[in-house]
């Protein structure tokens, strides 16, 4: 039985299990930065990650449109979810010979969503699919056609444009169609920052792996939990995902769908780079942790700290949450720890970033609670 349009969900174990495969994703879009702390594999990382996450989210759209309580959909969730694994295998090599079996894959994701977005229980979210699925083949066509051109620069250019035909569909397309039940979506999207700050947590570990157990080792993987702690606070903390979705409830239905995309996908992107960043920096560095960094793990790990925390507040500005200064300037403070990095070591820079959030979130703790204090009973 088809449940009620204002029928509220909550995230299944299935997409639970279903988001194991962008931890895969993930770790491999950080090792590319981890190995290759420049600019060209930076941006290599930045138009995947692009890709990856215009259909990994939607996704996420599907399953707040669509119930995983069928075995028929369950099963083709499950190809969805091998299409996403064979994806993330090719990363590594995406602009150097498997191009063409991330197009492949990433075609026949594309293909399961549409099919599964049909069965809807919106007739107006399954017809706008229809218009949708156009610019994601057309997107899918053109990292093939990198794959088939090959070499420097066309593979830029072509995934380039990839990235802006997927996104130009936010503006190109009439979206009104599709019904987002808000308390499933916000959810679904809070668990899968919790799925990427897992893999900074993961770094510490492959940092840490074959090196002897120091009070060195050991102080920068605490700092690098307390890190990752420290933007999960600054995400979730003081019941911030209760107010995205009361903000989002308060937004008109036909309204609803822009401001999910411009916050939880543009928004999204750099704070899932910033994770990626912060986690590469952290699988590098904990081995040598009194030694100075080089530049692009130092700018890594301080932009990275930066761009998470301009990425939470690009996404809940989108969504018409109100947020204070101080994390604007702790964002600037972060980058201002890279020369911490490269001239001192990647613990002296770690202890400054934990420093920096940590009086970010008490400023924010403070200044929320004068605010409850004075607002009328």
């Known amino acids: 039985m088809a449940p009620r349009e204002e029928e509220e969900i909550r995230v299944s174990t299935f997409e639970l299990f279903f988001d194991l495969v962008f931890v895969f994703t993930i770790t491999q879009l950080t090792a590319i930065l981890a190995h290759h702390p420049d600019g060209e594999h930076l941006l290599q990382v930045v138009l995947m990650l692009g890709v990856i996450w215009w259909m990994y989210g939607g996704f996420a759209w599907l399953t707040n449109a669509v119930a995983?309580?069928?075995?028929?959909?369950?099963?083709?969730?499950?190809?969805?979810?091998?299409?996403?694994?064979?994806?993330?295998?090719?990363?590594?090599?995406?602009?150097?010979?498997?191009?063409?079996?991330?197009?492949?894959?990433?075609?026949?994701?594309?293909?399961?969503?549409?099919?599964?977005?049909?069965?809807?229980?919106?007739?107006?979210?399954?017809?706008?699919?229809?218009?949708?699925?156009?610019?994601?083949?057309?997107?899918?066509?053109?990292?093939?056609?990198?794959a088939i051109v090959g070499g420097s620069p066309w593979d830029y250019v072509l995934?380039?444009?990839?990235?802006?035909?997927?996104?130009?569909?936010?503006?190109?397309?009439d979206s009104t169609g599709f019904r987002i039940r808000v308390g499933h979506?916000?959810?679904?999207?809070?668990?899968?920052?919790?799925?990427?700050?897992?893999?900074?947590?993961?770094?510490?570990?492959?940092?840490?792996?074959?090196?002897?157990?120091?009070?060195?080792?050991?102080?920068?993987?605490?700092?690098?939990?307390?890190?990752?702690?420290?933007?999960?606070?600054?995400?979730?903390?003081?019941g911030a995902d209760e107010r995205d979705a009361e903000a989002l409830a308060l937004v008109p239905e036909e309204e609803r769908p822009q401001v999910a995309l411009h916050s939880y996908y543009f928004g999204y992107l750099p704070i899932l780079l910033g994770v990626i960043a912060i986690a590469a920096a952290l699988e590098e560095g904990i081995a040598h942790a009194f030694d100075p960094l080089e530049l692009g793990l130092a700018v890594a790990l301080g932009a990275g700290a930066a761009c998470f925390l301009a990425g939470v507040i690009a996404?809940?500005?989108?969504?018409?949450?109100?947020?204070?200064?101080?994390?604007?300037?702790a964002a600037a403070l972060a980058l201002g720890t890279i020369p911490l990095g490269t001239e001192g070591s990647a613990l002296l820079q770690l202890g400054a970033l934990v420093a920096v959030l940590a009086a970010c979130l008490a400023i924010e703790a403070r200044s929320l609670a004068l605010e409850r204090r004075s607002a009328p009973l």
């Open 68 to 146: 995983t309580d069928s075995d028929r959909r369950r099963l083709l969730l499950l190809g969805g979810m091998a299409s996403f694994l064979v994806i993330a295998l090719s990363v590594p090599t995406a602009f150097d010979g498997d191009g063409a079996v991330f197009a492949g894959a990433y075609f026949v994701v594309i293909l399961i969503h549409v099919g599964l977005f049909t069965r809807s229980w919106s007739a107006s979210a399954a017809r706008s699919i229809l218009m949708t699925v156009r610019f994601n083949l057309a997107g899918a066509t053109l990292v093939l056609a990198a």
């Open 159 to 173: 995934w380039g444009l990839a990235f802006a035909v997927l996104v130009s569909s936010v503006w190109l397309q």
């Open 315 to 329: 996404f809940r500005l989108a969504l018409g949450v109100r947020l204070g200064p101080a994390r604007a300037v």
């Open 185 to 238: 979506f916000v959810e679904r999207h809070g668990l899968v920052v919790i799925v990427a700050l897992g893999e900074s947590v993961v770094a510490v570990g492959i940092g840490a792996s074959g090196q002897e157990i120091s009070a060195e080792m050991l102080a920068v993987a605490v700092l690098g939990l307390g890190l990752a702690s420290a933007l999960w606070w600054s995400y979730f903390g003081e």
